[in-house]
């Protein structure tokens, strides 16, 4: 299994709801990873869970809140979104934080696509 | 201040031409630096990497060559496809430990046409 698997693929929302994002991967890999990403833009950093510990946290709202129940799932919880929020949301993971060497990069999850009405 | 610099917006090439996709970057302490493609509603997916002490990684038809001192890297790609025809961002690994991470630039749009 070289994938990385995320749920929902699309996701509609009201400002007041409360959802999750869930990405599985079973590489192995002990990185993992939350980007948003917008229309013609490069992906954006939110988060980074190195061995299951929250490493990075890129100033991220707190209505975002992200959960590393075990070093295969990545959640991302979801809450008093805005409409700006509205984004393509990328999970990665990669062999640990350390995941450009050699020719290993980040595997990529194909996105939930997210829009708060 | 972007570090990492796609200055070609887009690219439309050929089939069976090169293709050659630039990248400019500013910050010396960069140590990898990664080719991603991406097509329209999915995840980037990865290409080819180089290390920061290599000036040249190949695989099949994609080849990355880093000038270190020009701080400039280059993706090849000969012969070029229509299933290349994407989006490709180039980025750079930066932080030490537990806090490294990508910076990426803004993407180049690839066009092969048969």
């Known amino acids: 299994d070289t994938e990385v698997t995320q749920t929902p693929k699309h996701l509609v929302m009201g400002m007041t709801n409360k959802k999750s994002l869930k990405c599985e991967q079973h590489m192995g890999h002990r990185a993992m990873y939350w980007y948003k990403q917008k229309a013609k833009k490069p992906p954006e950093l939110m988060f980074v869970y190195s061995y299951e510990k929250l490493s990075i946290n890129e100033s991220v709202p707190s209505r975002f809140s992200p959960e590393c129940p075990n070093s295969s799932l990545l959640n991302l919880h979801l809450h008093a979104l805005q409409p700006e929020d509205s984004a393509l949301y990328l999970c990665?993971?990669?062999?640990?934080?350390?995941?450009?060497?050699?020719?290993?990069?980040?595997?990529f999850g194909s996105g939930t696509r997210l829009t708060v009405v | 201040d972007q570090q990492v610099k796609q200055n070609s917006p887009s690219l439309s090439v050929q089939e069976g031409r090169i293709s050659i996709l630039n990248c400019d970057y500013t910050?010396?302490?960069?140590?990898?630096f990664l080719w991603y493609k991406k097509y329209p509603a999915e995840g980037p997916t990865f290409l080819i990497s180089?290390?920061?002490i290599k000036d040249k990684n190949e695989d099949g038809r994609f080849t990355v060559f880093l000038n270190k001192s020009a701080k400039h890297l280059s993706l090849h790609i000969v012969p070029s496809q229509p299933g290349d025809s994407a989006v490709y961002f180039c980025a750079a690994q930066q932080g030490a430990g537990n806090n490294r991470k990508l910076i990426w630039g803004l993407g180049t749009s690839l066009a092969v046409n048969p």
């Open positions: 180089i290390s920061s």
């Open positions: 990665a993971s990669s062999q640990d934080s350390l995941g450009g060497r050699g020719n290993y990069g980040y595997t």
């Open positions: 910050n010396s302490m960069f140590d990898y």
